[in-house]
Every structure is written in C-alpha cells, then in structure tokens.
C-alpha cells in the first residue's frame, strides 16, 4: 500500500525552521515523532504547516477538489502508444505526468487521498504488483529528500515546490504501472523545476516563530522647503516676531496641557516642526493684518493670560460710582442694585454678610440699604415719598379752625402693678370694673367717660405692669393729663418710674394719686421723697407737682383729685373744633365674629358722626354703628369723647391716627398703601428668620433664635407683648417675633411656626380644635396664657435655663352651653352639651366666646347629670354646671374643661 509520508528534515527545511523545532513543537502536540528522520502523514505535515506558518496553510485542504482518476491515467494510454519515443526523454514525460496531475487541479496535499483510492482499483486487477511499487517509491523518496540539499541556490519560490512535483510523481505512479512503460518515469533522477499548470495554491512562506516585531524606525526628513507665500511675506514686521511668539507658545502649552506633555517624551522633532508651523502661520497672520491696518495682531492668549484689562475696567467702573445716590422707598435689593450700579447677586451677598436672605424683588429696610450702599461705597440719599395717609395728616393739619370750643380732658391713670388705678377709676365711675378682669389685672387700654358731679372726663385705663410699657406710651401722647397712681403702702416702684419718664417725655402734667392712703402705717413724706427723687417734687414741699391722698376703698380724696385735674384742664386750656371733619386716635381695636371689626376711637377734634367714611391705619369703612363707653348708641360724638365704632375693613393698630373723609376711594387707596408698606416691613424683618439663617447662626454657635408667633385678643395686646418680649433677648438667646395678629391661633400660624420653628403665644385666645390637632401632628408648641407677666416670666426662665417643671394643660373636654338658669342662692347653672371628650367635677373650666377667653381658671361648684350629681360627664350627654364666682354666662358660651399637670420642659 502506497502511503503519501514525509520526513521531519524536509518539512523543516521547506518551512524555513530547525527539524529540532519540529520536533520539540509535535512532541509537545503529543505526536509520534522523535527526531529529524520521523515520518509525517499529510495531515501531520500539513499541521506542522500551519504551525509554523503561522496560520497561512489553513484553507489548503478544505478548498481542493478530489482527484479524477480516470482523466490522471489518460496519459498513460498516451505514452503506450509512442513507447519508445516517450521514454527517451524522461524529462518530457515527467512534464506530462504533472500535468495531467495539475490539470485535474491536483496539490501535493491532495495526493494522499487520490493515493488511497488507488488501492481499491489496483486491487481488483493486480494485487502482485503492489510490492514491487513500494519498493519503487520508498527508493524515490530518499532521492526527493536528497533534492533541496541539491537545489541550496535555488530560490525560495522554488524550494517549495519540489515536494508538491514529488507527490505528483507518486500520484502518477501506480496509474503508470498499469503499463510496461511506467517503470520510465520513476527513473527520472530528481523532478525538473517546472510550473505546475492550473490553479495555483498559495505558496507557503517562510514559517515565522511569533515573537517581538522589529520595526524600523527612520528619521523623518525635515521639511526644508521653502512655503510658496513666503518669498512673497518678507519679515517686514520684525517687532512682533519674538516674545509674542514665545508668549502664545507658553499659552498654548498651557492651554494642551497633557498634550504638550506627551510631545516632550516621545515626538519631540514633529512637535518641533508643527510648532514651527504655527509660528509661521503666526507671523505671517500679523504680517497680514500689519500691512493691511497697520497695527499690530493682539493675541488671543495673552488676552486671556492678562485679564488686566477686566481688572482695570473694573476698577474703573468702580470709580466712576458717584458718591451719592439717591432712591426712593421702599428701597428692593433690584432697585438698589440699579442705583448702585451693582449685581444683585454682589447686594444679595453683602445682605447674607448681614444675615439677611433676600430675593431681588424684596424690600429691605432703609437702614440695611444704607449700609449695604456703604459696602460699595456709595451714600444712599433716601428719598422719602410721603404716602396717602401723611398727605391727608398734612391736610387736617393745615385746616382753618373756625368754631374753637373748650373740651374736657382725657386723663390716663399710670402706675404700678396693683396700686389702686382701676379701683380709682371704678370709683370714679362708680361701676365694679377690676372685679370681673382676668388675673386681677387690666388687660388692655379702656376708654371711659364720666360725669363726676358734673364733671365730664374722659380716662384711658392703661395696665401698670412693665409689659404694658408700650400701652402706656401711647395712652400718654394722647392724653392731657396723666394721674400716677402710687400705693402708699408700695411707694414709687419701677413701673412708677417708668411711667414718670413716659409722662414727663410726652410733656404731659402729672397729678400723683397717693393711693391706698386707707391703710395704716402709711409714710408719706418717705414717698414724697420718693417722687422728689424722680423729679415729681409736691405742692406741699413748694413743688409743681399736685400730690392727692385718695383710697379708692373710702373714696377720700377723689373729689379732690376732680378738682385738681379741673383745674390743670383750665390752666392748660383744652380746646378744640367742633364743626370740623373729626380725627383722632385708635386706643384699642378687635375682630369680633358677630359685628367685625370693632375699634374704640377716641376724638381729637371735630364731631364724628355715624356713616362718615374714616381712614384709620390699615382699616377703612363708612361707620355703621356708634356707642358711647357705657354702650349707648349714639349719633355722633365730640372731640376728647371716647366712642366704639364698627364698619371698618380691617383692624387697625393702637395708637393709629383716624380721620374722617369725604373720600371712600381715598381712604381705600392710602388703607391699601398702608397695608402694602407693613406687608413689606414684615418681609424684610422675616428676612432675618429664615432657617437656612438660622440655621447657619446656630452652626456658628453664637446665637440660639426663639422664634415665636403672638396671637392676642386685641390689638393693644398684641402691641404689648411685641414690644415687651422683642426686648428680652439675651446673649444667648435672640427673641424673633415672626408674626403677631389679633384673634385666635390659626392653621397658618401653626403651619408658619412649623416651618420656621416658632413658639406660638397665645393671649387670651385658643386655638380651634382641628387648629389644635394639627399643631400636635407637627410638633408645633402652643402656649396659651391669660397673664401676661406669666408669659415673660417663663420666656425668662427658659431662656435663663432655670425652668420650673411645667404646669400644662390637659384639655379634657369641649362642651357648649345649650340654655342658662338662674337658682336662688347658687347663681347661674349652665345646661351644657358636651361635645367631646368629658368634664370632671375637679375640672378647671375656661370659658371662651367668639374664641376668646372670657373667663379661665374657674372651678366648678357642682356637676349634675338631671338632678344627680356626678363625678364626670361624657361626650354626647348633657350636664347642669354651676361654676365657683361667676354668673355671666350666656347661651352659645363654650366651656372647656380642663386639668393642670406638671411635665419636663420643652422650651
Ligand atoms: N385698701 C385699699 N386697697 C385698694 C385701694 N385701691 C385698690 N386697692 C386694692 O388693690 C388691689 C389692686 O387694685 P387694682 O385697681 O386692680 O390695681 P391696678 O393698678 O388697676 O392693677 P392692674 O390693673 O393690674 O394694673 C385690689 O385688690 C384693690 O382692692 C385702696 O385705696 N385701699
């Protein structure tokens, strides 16, 4: 059997490598092969190939066709016809052979195949001659691996095909030994290097062992020649040549960075020559524009390196601001911008420096603008526009008064805490007002008119605690005279002081109720010393000052305090107009459920008459009704006549002035302004308050901030405690009123102090229940009180971190009085409803009207379910309530019950 075999040596020597290689390589591929001298099949041979070739022989097998035989052995049949001829020249036969062989598209690879199906043909006619045929071809492949050895200096293309010529001669082999003239061709001594016809396989170069790859690298040839324009850009600009040159390529290794970077370790000559380049672009760009506007080319770079420029014009602009601006008020950070000649964004951190958080459309105060204006440098010339409400104060001042008249005085009574003055004037006026007042204290500014004996009057009843300093201030700027009230028993206490500096600022005479003068023991010259000391030096020590011994219990002396107060109004000649359009002041004012707002005026001047129209602070409205202080309607009123108005639009301030106008349109465009300029006063003030300051201020750790909410049941209250507890701030802690109105607690406080974190103070007032619920949700802090000394005792405390255990309030339960009775000997019995919750017998009740505090602190006499008397009643039963001291309840009151229990502090 003829198998197609190869030698290691010849395999090794056609790819180009070390039989060695081979070896080691198949070896390690796990094949049969030991040395030089081992025998390869095909495959073997043509794996080696593709081994060493690094995958170049890897489609020889698949793209070959098969072998047709029948056309392979035409050409025997050829030579048997010219026998002798043919085998004289073996050289052509050979040819001939290989041929047919290429014809048939035959590669060496594919011999071996071709050679395996020879078997099965040559078998079926001559088996005896297989022997001989092996013998023949294992003589002619020492001869073909002796052939390259002989062709050395051939060339490489040739080498290769030694081998497939080889092949093709023991392909033809066995069709040729079917006939008597084949033994011809195998005595051909080594195949000639012919050209094999047909279709050329690719011929396998050299093997290459993997490995390092050698690249030449040549040096790039500069680029010396000349560019075409430059003949025609002579270096006609010399100037400009080298430091800007310098200068931008600075620039722009600045500006590529890494780049630059990367030249300077690897293409060092290509940068050299692009910057040349660019250098060159460079200069004959100046060049250009030299020749064309005669000025030299301004680099981008050193533009942008520079800035100075910016700098200076800055500087320059910064100059140029005038020393003086003016603006108008109200002054907004984007107005002031404007005027400044300054970013928004610049004011709005000047105003963060201040701890202000502004928006460009907000207002700010004169005084930070001022200073802010400063900061740049400017000073801020604020022109004050005169709003409706000064143009109409001009007006009624400037008015012809023709029909002078003489008016009664207006006396407020000042003095120290429970020194006799709302007992005095309740004498006076014969009326018991001090017994029904919540905590035994005057809550608020009243005005009253008396006609003692023929004497007509007109009191303010201010409180005489320190927090009511601010009440008292305005009670005196409005007031002719003022009474100071002083226990003798007490002497001149500090709220006596104060309210001398008041009176003596408002330069209003001062008449001194030696009060209490009743009670035994009494030193009055020790108090006249007193009042000496505080510039009050009596009548009876050769003063100026009328000193009158009066008991508001005995009523001694106040005939006399009558006549001393008759006789200051004469010398002093109070008089007014009285045909005129009325004005005057706003002493207290509410917002009431039934009538709206209800605002106690008292007349300056003129007559006010019911349905004139009046202007008072942010309120306007023509006058539905009008009452006298006992309550009486009245028609209209004379000057210093205190009167309750209704049919305003809002609730103005204490101490607003009001005047009477033609005018509604009028009234309504300065109420509106006024509104609008208070609005913005809030905002600006609230600017202070926000938490991200907060915030900030407390990250700083230099400032804790109490924010706090006042909600009270009039607007004198309100003013009050605005004032008392803005002055309390410590050291440690800053006091920030963020909102104060008149009425009960609402949702919006809660949602306000939530948001800022705010303490809501409540006078005299409580919240709504669904109020009450949601502060509770969000944590929000109600505190309700109805003194108001308790309010800045515990502000103080807490502040001063000495709090006491806290005495709160646990609401029990809401109930609604349905009918009222009336039972000898045991008062007012009130028919309740409860509503929710319950109410115990030991209950502390709070009587609320309208969602003000009425009555508080009371005790309930007796709790009866029908006629039994009970411990407790739920919610959704009746019960009889006879509460401890007081009668005046009315059908519709609302009844809350309530227990004191003591908790940690929160605040
Ligand atoms: N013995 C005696 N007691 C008096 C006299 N005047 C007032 N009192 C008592 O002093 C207490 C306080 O009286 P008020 O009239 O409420 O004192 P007030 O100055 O109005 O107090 P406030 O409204 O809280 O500012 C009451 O208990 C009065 O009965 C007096 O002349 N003699």
């Known amino acids: 059997m003829a198998k197609t075999q190869y030698r290691v040596h010849i395999l090794a020597k056609q790819l180009g490598v070390k039989s060695k290689s081979i070896v080691e390589k198949c070896q390690a591929e796990g094949l049969d092969v030991k040395n030089h001298m081992s025998t390869l099949t095909a495959g073997q041979a043509a794996s080696i190939r593709e081994w060493f070739s690094e995958g170049e022989h890897t489609h020889v097998v698949e793209t070959t066709d098969r072998v047709d035989l029948k056309e392979v052995r035409v050409v025997p049949q050829k030579s048997e016809t010219e026998p002798s001829g043919q085998a004289g020249t073996a050289q052509e036969a050979a040819p001939a052979g290989v041929q047919g062989s290429e014809q048939a598209g035959l590669e060496p690879k594919e011999a071996q195949p071709s050679a395996a199906a020879e078997p099965r043909e040559t078998e079926a006619k001559e088996a005896g001659q297989e022997t001989q045929v092996k013998e023949e071809t294992e003589k002619a492949e020492p001869e073909a691996g002796e052939e390259p050895e002989k062709t050395d200096d051939d060339t490489a293309e040739e080498k290769p095909k030694e081998p497939e010529q080889a092949e093709a001669f023991r392909v033809n082999i066995p069709q040729k030994i079917d006939k008597p003239a084949a033994p011809v061709m195998v005595e051909v001594p080594k195949p000639v290097n012919v050209k094999p016809a047909g279709p050329q396989l690719s011929v396998p170069k050299p093997a290459k062992l993997s490995g390092p790859k050698v690249v030449r690298v040549e040096k790039p040839v ?229 006609n003692y004996k023929g004497h007509k009057l007109t009191f303010l009843d201010t409180p005489g605690h320190a927090a009511f300093t601010a009440m008292r201030a305005r009670g005196a700027n409005m007031t002719d005279i003022v009474i100071l009230v002083c226990a003798a028993d007490d002497g001149v206490m500090p709220q006596t002081k104060e309210a001398i500096n008041h009176a003596q600022a408002a330069e209003v005479p001062i008449i001194v109720a030696l009060n209490k003068i009743d009670l035994p023991g009494v030193d009055v010259n020790k108090i006249y010393g007193q009042l000496a000391e505080n510039g009050l030096v009596p009548s009876e020590w050769g003063g100026d000052t009328e000193v009158v011994k009066t008991s508001a219990e005995t009523g ?103 005047y009477c106008l033609n005018d509604q349109s009028r009234a309504k465009d300065a109420a509106e302004q006024l509104k609008q300029l208070e609005r913005e006063k809030t905002l600006s003030r609230r600017t202070n308050i926000t938490l991200d300051n907060l915030f900030s201020q407390i990250e700083a750790g230099n400032v804790k901030e109490l924010n706090l909410i006042i909600r009270a049941d009039v607007q004198g209250s309100v003013d009050v405690l605005i004032k008392y507890l803005s002055e309390l701030n410590t050291d440690e802690v800053k006091i920030k009123i963020i909102h104060a109105g008149v009425g009960g607690v609402t949702e919006g406080d809660v949602v306000l102090a939530e948001a800022s974190g705010a303490i809501i103070i409540g006078f005299n007032v409580v919240p709504e229940n669904q109020v009450k619920n949601i502060a509770e949700e969000r944590g929000v802090d109600i505190r309700l009180y109805n003194v108001i000394y308790r309010i800045t005792e515990e502000l103080k405390d807490a502040m001063a971190g000495m709090l006491e255990p806290d005495e709160k309030e646990n609401i029990l339960g809401r109930l609604t009085v349905r009918d009222t009775f009336r039972v000898p000997n045991a008062g007012t019995i009130a028919g309740c409803y409860v509503n929710e919750g319950l109410v115990r017998r030991n209950s502390q009740i709070r009587l609320i009207r309208n969602n003000v505090v009425v009555k508080d602190n009371c005790k309930i006499d007796s709790l009866k379910h029908f006629k039994d008397d009970v411990r407790e009643v739920k919610s959704g039963y009746e019960c009889g309530i006879n509460i401890s001291g007081f009668d005046d309840i009315k059908v519709d009151d609302q009844f809350e019950a309530y227990e004191i229990i003591k908790v940690a502090r929160t605040l």
């Open 556 to 658: 001694e002396g106040i005939d006399e305090l009558i006549e001393a107060i008759e006789l200051i109004a004469e010398l002093h000649e109070l008089k007014a107009d009285t045909k005129i359009p009325a004005m005057g002041w706003v002493v207290e004012s509410k917002m009431t459920q039934d009538r709206g707002v209800v605002a106690t005026l008292l007349i300056k001047e003129g007559t006010l008459k019911k349905g004139d129209v009046i202007l008072a602070g942010i309120g306007y409205g023509r006058l539905r009704t009008m009452r006298d202080s006992s309550g009486k309607v009245i028609k209209k009123a004379g000057p210093s006549i205190p009167v309750e108005v209704t049919g305003l639009s809002d609730v103005p301030s204490a101490g607003d002035k009001f």
């Open 222 to 450: 500069e680029d010396t020649r000349s560019r075409p324009r430059k003949p025609r850009q002579p270096r006609s600009v010399p100037d400009f040549a080298a430091p800007p040159t310098e200068k931008l390529m600075d620039a722009l290794k600045d500006k590529k960075g890494k780049k630059g970077k990367k030249s300077s370790s690897g293409r060092s000559d290509d940068d050299k020559h692009s910057k040349k380049y660019r250098m060159r672009d460079i200069e004959e760009r100046r060049a250009r524009l030299a020749a064309a506007r005669g000025e030299t080319l301004r680099l981008r770079p050193s533009r942008k390196i520079g800035g100075g420029e910016k700098k200076k014009s800055e500087s320059a602009r910064k100059v140029e601001r005038p020393d003086k601006v003016a603006v108008s008020e109200p002054i907004t950070v984007k107005s002031l911008s404007a005027s400044l000649s300054v970013k928004i964004t610049d004011i709005i951190k000047e105003l963060m420096k201040q701890g202000i958080m502004a928006t460009a459309n907000q207002a700010i105060s004169t005084d930070v603008a001022e200073l802010v204006a400063l900061e740049f440098g400017v000073e801020l010339v604020v022109e004050v526009k005169k709003t409706v409400e000064e143009d109409i104060e001009t007006e009624f001042k400037e008015r012809e008064r023709k029909n002078i008249q003489s008016r009664h005085p207006v006396v407020t009574m000042l003095g120290h805490v429970d020194h006799g003055k709302t007992s005095l004037l309740d004498k006076i006026r014969s009326a018991s007002v001090a017994a029904g007042e919540a905590g035994g204290i005057t809550q608020h500014t009243g005005a009253h008119q008396v």
